[in-house]
């Protein structure tokens, strides 16, 4: 089945390590993205890239890295600068080219992070 | 209803009635809009889109009805199950970023169904 896979499910922090998160897609889709989910909050854009070897910044963006050097890939690092890091974050994709915001972005199942 | 940037709201429906979530965004130049449902500990799931040259879309047992004039969108569940209870949330389209688009959402409603 297509999807998006997201790894782990769950995942602790002890202070000043950096943790990686990861997102896998089998969709063939161009563009992906990373959000935060807090509670009682709406989905934040961490960072997203729309190709290969490409990504920006989103709306909160530090504390925060992102790689994109397979078009199936973008793993999301949690540096120690991200004081506040417990959340919910989850990645999306979406086929683009041109106007890719007129697609619906499909999203994986989520990693919650917590401190430990 | 919610609105992109306000409290969690709430509705709680019997088993069987009709439910209607509201969402008011505040981009005029929004084109595009989702509804999305989101389980517990799970990643939303999409449900039904609607570009803005259109004010109506049916997909099955649900309806997404836009208003650009007030700038509300809404979605309406027929016969509502108690597998349809979860956190519903719109998310609207618009340029950011000068040649970008961007997905903004709101913060979801909490739709409890009981049975």
């Known amino acids: 089945d297509g999807g998006i896979t997201q790894s782990p499910k769950y995942l602790f922090r002890k202070e000043g390590q950096n943790v990686t998160l990861s997102c896998e897609q089998n969709?063939?889709?161009?563009?992906m993205y990373w959000y935060r989910q807090d509670p009682g909050q709406g989905l934040r854009l961490i960072y997203y890239?729309?190709?290969?070897?490409?990504?920006q910044k989103g709306d909160i963006a530090e504390g925060y890295s992102v790689s994109r050097e397979k078009k199936e890939s973008f793993p999301l690092t949690v540096t120690s600068a991200q004081k506040n890091p417990t959340a919910f974050y989850l990645c999306?994709?979406?086929?683009?080219?041109?106007?890719?915001?007129?697609?619906?972005?499909?999203f994986g199942d989520g990693t919650r992070l917590s401190i430990l | 209803g919610e609105s992109v940037g306000l409290h969690l709201p709430t509705l709680s429906v019997q088993e069987g009635d009709n439910s209607i979530i509201n969402c008011a965004y505040s981009n005029s130049a929004s084109d595009y809009f989702i509804w999305y449902k989101q389980e517990s500990g799970k990643g939303p799931q999409f449900i039904i889109d609607?570009?803005?040259?259109?004010d109506k879309r049916q997909g099955q047992r649900v309806t997404v009805l836009l208003n650009k004039t007030v700038k509300h969108l809404s979605l309406q569940i027929a016969a509502t199950q108690p597998g349809d209870s979860a956190v519903y949330f719109c998310a609207e389209n618009a340029v950011w970023g000068g040649s970008n688009y961007k997905l903004t959402f709101g913060k979801g409603t909490l739709l409890t169904v009981n049975p």
């Open positions: 969709l063939n889709h161009d563009a």
């Open positions: 999306a994709s979406t086929s683009s080219a041109g106007r890719q915001g007129n697609q619906p972005q499909h």
């Open positions: 890239s729309q190709i290969v070897n490409d990504f």
């Open positions: 609607i570009r803005s040259n259109m």
